[in-house]
């Protein structure tokens, strides 16, 4: 594998289950980050991991809680989610810098809550 | 704060025609600047990037010029090809200043016909 994979790439569940999503980057990266991206809206940060440490939430609902055991795997974990959640999830990873560096994105995972 | 403005879509154009997709930015320190492109369910890949002030970022026949004094980095390609129909987002990150966070257009569709 090669570049940022994200698993599964689609996802429907109920409002009552509880799943997570897996990220995992082989680009020796380390920092992480988790977006949310809906029809219609501009692309929304949600979380950002450095060397495994959260250094951003942004406002997101307690129902998503990340989890990152390393540099190189990021997981959101799901539960109790609202339709309004339906959404693309993307995934992406980069090496920090004093300029800042592009982020690679994984092919995301489409996400629908019934 | 950091904020990037691109011009509203969809823009639709014949093949072989002449595209520009506009970009300003505002940005505390001196960001690098990054063009990501979305096709029809995909993540954002990066297109091309620029450092530093008139740094020309290209790929793939698309070029875009770094103007520190108008605070632009337009998206340009000579003769557009139906392939590529996408999603195109303009980007900064300013480093440590911005905590090495992307911060995003809304983005531009772009839908080219034969």
């Known amino acids: 594998e090669t570049g940022v994979t994200q698993t599964p790439r689609h996802l429907v569940m109920g409002m009552t289950n509880k799943k997570s999503l897996k990220c995992e980057q082989h680009?020796?990266?380390?920092?992480m980050y988790w977006y949310k991206q809906s029809a219609k809206k501009p692309l929304e940060l949600m979380f950002v991991y450095n060397f495994k440490e959260q250094t951003e939430n942004n406002s997101v609902p307690s129902r998503f809680s990340p989890e990152c055991p390393n540099s190189s795997h990021l997981f959101l974990h799901l539960h109790t989610l609202q339709p309004e959640d339906s959404a693309l999830y993307l995934c992406?990873?980069?090496?920090?810098?004093?300029?800042?560096?592009?982020?690679?994105f994984g092919p995301g995972t489409r996400l629908t809550v019934l | 704060g950091n904020s990037v403005t691109q011009m509203e879509g969809p823009v639709t154009l014949s093949e072989e025609a002449f595209l520009t997709i506009n970009c300003t930015y505002t940005a505390t320190g001196y960001p690098s600047l990054f063009w990501y492109v979305q096709y029809p369910g995909e993540g954002l890949q990066l297109l091309l990037k620029?450092?530093?002030a008139d740094d020309k970022g290209s790929n793939k026949g698309f070029e875009a010029t770094y103007r520190k004094e108008t605070t632009s980095f337009h998206l340009e390609k000579g003769s557009v090809q139906v392939s590529d129909s996408a999603v195109y987002f303009c980007a900064l990150s300013d480093g440590w200043g911005g905590g090495n966070k992307l911060t995003f257009g809304t983005g531009t569709q772009l839908k080219v016909e034969l």
């Open positions: 992406a990873s980069s090496q920090r810098s004093e300029r800042g560096n592009e982020q690679f």
């Open positions: 680009l020796g990266h380390n920092a």
């Open positions: 620029a450092t530093k």
